[in-house]
């Protein structure tokens, strides 16, 4: 729900643009933080989500660690005050050149999803004269129930070590002396919604780590990823994910031994409902059965609608009128280029402003300039910083 000062101010900003409130930020990340401390819990903020400056900012501030899938975001995260020691770098397809840069920074763990990394690690790692700490990134085959687009803990994902490898696994790491195995990592996929999913995680992540136990591997790190989802019908009533039965499920379900701590990986459910696509209307044009609200924000602003079909709550912000229903379009030439179909609004006009909600995650860090276009600005409630 937006104010009439912030939607007037709204009227002032060229559009399209990115707008995020800092204020709900900041209550997520205490919210996040107080219910992850119950349990001695470590946080680590998924970069992939949202890697705005201001955003980095804040959530750093706040003594998050980092999860990285990119030698650039390691940087970012560097650059925006996060500690190397409590970077994680994960991902399946890293360059020599980002294990590199990981290596010279010392970050807490680089991740690793197959054999030939590790090998790869430890050569590079032996050529600096250093250790590698690492994790194994394991796939414990638990459908996580969202979009296939999304899914990472299956057999058939690209990603991670599967279990009939583990001894082999083990067998290797005996001849690689450059590596120091720190820990488990296991991420099963993204918008994740059924609690239930995770309690099937914490069952497999105890028979994986009680296997590498039983084979004298004690990692100290057993690292759970992140995937939980947010409400992106009902922004406004649920801003703030239900981070105390989340962690609680960890608590009443998980059993770490000895001195082993649990990690986790937020991203969309830190950032996901602080964000708004702000959108003007560019043209009304009716079809044979549809009208459509033309919009001058496109799919290269915000690809998740025509990426993953997913929703997201469209607001007229500027009319009050009697309701329509709109096809709500962007200016690309795709036929995919579709924010919404059959969005009820109010009667909309040339001129008016739509705000596309829940973008904080996904939104601006996937954007492109497809067809040329500007990427669009980000505005922001109470700026960190200047």
């Given at each position: 729900m937006f104010k009439e000062e912030t939607i007037s101010l709204f009227r002032t900003i060229p559009t399209?643009?990115?707008?995020?409130?800092?204020?709900?930020?900041?209550?997520?990340?205490?919210?996040?933080?107080?219910?992850?401390?119950?349990?001695?819990?470590?946080?680590?903020?998924?970069?992939?989500?949202?890697?705005?400056?201001?955003?980095?900012?804040?959530?750093?501030?706040?003594g998050y660690g980092a999860d990285c899938v990119s030698g650039n975001e390691i940087k970012a995260a560097l650059t925006n005050g996060?500690?190397?020691?409590?970077?994680?770098?994960?991902?399946?397809?890293?360059?020599?050149?980002?294990?590199?840069?990981?290596?010279?920074?010392?970050?807490?763990?680089?991740?690793?999803?197959?054999?030939?990394?590790?090998?790869?690690?430890?050569?590079?790692?032996g050529a600096m004269g250093l250790t590698a700490d690492i994790s194994l990134r394991i796939i414990p085959n638990v459908d996580a129930r969202t979009h296939r687009y999304i899914t990472t803990g299956l057999e058939e994902n690209k990603f991670g070590i599967l279990p009939w490898d583990f001894d082999e696994v083990l067998e290797k790491l005996k001849t690689l002396g450059n590596l120091r195995l720190k820990g488990l990592h296991f991420h099963i996929g993204s918008q994740i919604t059924d609690l239930d999913v995770f309690k099937?995680?914490?069952?497999?992540?105890?028979?994986?780590?009680?296997w590498f136990m039983t084979n004298q591997v004690f990692p100290e790190i057993i690292n759970v990823g992140g995937g939980l989802g947010i409400d992106y019908r009902d922004p406004d009533r649920n801003g703030i994910p239900d981070f105390s039965s989340y962690f609680r499920i960890f608590s009443d379900f998980i059993e770490l031994q000895g001195n082993q701590q649990l990690h986790f990986e937020p991203g969309r459910a830190l950032v996901g409902q602080c964000g708004s696509l702000i959108t003007k209307v560019l043209f009304v044009k009716k079809g044979i059965?549809?009208?459509?609200?033309?919009?001058?924000a496109g799919m290269n602003d915000l690809i998740r609608p025509a990426l993953y079909q997913s929703y997201h709550r469209i607001e007229n912000l500027t009319s009050g009128e009697k309701p329509e229903k709109y096809d709500v379009v962007g200016p690309i030439c795709e036929s995919s280029d579709c924010f919404g179909k059959a969005v009820t609004l109010p009667l909309t006009n040339r001129g008016d402003l739509l705000a596309i909600r829940s973008v904080g995650a996904y939104g601006q860090t996937m954007a492109s300039r497809y067809n040329l276009r500007d990427l669009a600005k980000a505005?922001?409630?109470?700026?960190?910083?200047?």
């Open positions: 399209p643009f990115y707008y995020y409130d800092m204020e709900l930020l900041a209550a997520t990340l205490s919210e996040c933080s107080k219910e992850a401390e119950k349990y001695g819990y470590l946080l680590h903020y998924a970069l992939k989500a949202n890697s705005n400056p201001e955003i980095l900012a804040m959530i750093s501030s706040t996060f500690n190397p020691g409590r970077i994680m770098f994960s991902g399946v397809g890293k360059s020599d050149d980002e294990i590199t840069l990981a290596l010279q920074l010392r970050i807490q763990s680089i991740n690793v999803e197959s054999r030939q990394e590790m090998e790869v690690i430890n050569a590079l790692a099937s995680l914490c069952h497999r992540v105890n028979d994986i780590n009680g059965s549809t009208r459509f609200a033309i919009v001058d505005f922001y409630s109470s700026p960190t910083r200047s």
